[in-house]
Every structure is written in C-alpha cells, then in structure tokens.
C-alpha cells in the first residue's frame, strides 16, 4: 500500500461526495452530456476494478480464503465493464423504458449497498491492522 489507512479512506470519502454532486449535476444535464459522462465513469470504474484485481493479486496466497469471493466480484465487474453492453439499443415501449430505468436504479442501488459493505470491511480490515500492529509492538523484545 502506498497511501496510510486514513488517508485511503479520506480519499474513498471524497470519491463519495464527487459521485453525489455528480448525480445532481446529471439530472440537470442533457442525455448527450450524461451518456458521455457515463463512459468517463465507465471507463474511470474499469481502471478502478483494474487497480483492485491488480492489488488481490499482490497480496498473496496468506489472504486467498479471505479474497476468492472478493476477487470473484471484482473479475465479473472487470469483465461487466469491459463489455458492449447489449442493453443500450433504444427501446420503443414506454413501459418498457420505465422498467428499464427501474432496474438501472436497482442496479445502482446494489452498487451502492455493495461500497457500503466494502466500507464496513475496509474499516474492520483497518482496525484489524491497528491491533496486529500494537500486537506486534507488544510482542517485540525490550
């Protein structure tokens, strides 16, 4: 890691508060701007789950139990990213529009639920690391 702890978690937070003012600016944009930032972001998230595959990897074989449902997720994401989406043809039915928008806000909610977890075991994972460091402190002789 390059970065200490607090300041990683700093960051994530200010990456929390440039996606909400982001939204409110979308909804005040033109589609051609939202589409065209869509792709900033996807192309932004990609790299993102990139860094993540890419740090999995690096830490070894000693957190492997820990990180194979993690990696899972994050592969899928890479591969989800990566991909032309199909869904994006220009639906005609109205209704179909409203069931499409629904499913993208419940997409963006599991989204969101997902980095709320991530959250709560990164802060977990982090105190972790505190205690194991006062352990190792303690455990060192005088």
């Known amino acids: 890691m390059t970065k200490p702890l607090d300041q990683q978690l700093a960051d994530l937070s200010v990456r929390a508060k440039k996606a909400e003012e982001a ?10 701007r939202v589409v065209a930032r869509r792709e900033e972001f996807r192309a932004a998230a990609a790299d993102a789950a990139d860094r993540v595959d890419k740090d999995l990897r690096s ?5 492997e139990g820990d990180w194979t449902a993690l990696r899972g997720k994050v592969a899928a994401d890479i591969d989800r990213l990566k991909s032309k989406v199909a869904d994006r043809q220009v639906e005609l039915n109205a209704s179909r529009l409203a069931d499409r928008a629904s499913r ?3 997409e963006a909610c599991v989204a969101i ?3 709320v ?5 990164a802060k977990l994972a982090v105190l972790d ?6 352990e190792a402190a303690g455990a060192q002789p005088a």
Not at 23 to 32: E, V
Not at 117 to 121: D, H, L, Q
């Open 23 to 32: 939204i409110n600016s979308a909804r005040k944009d033109t589609r051609d």
């Open 113 to 115: 639920d997902f980095a």
């Open 59 to 63: 830490a070894g074989a000693s957190m």
């Open 129 to 134: 690391a505190v205690i194991a460091d006062r």
């Open 117 to 121: 977890a991530s959250i709560e075991n």
């Open 104 to 106: 993208k806000e419940s």
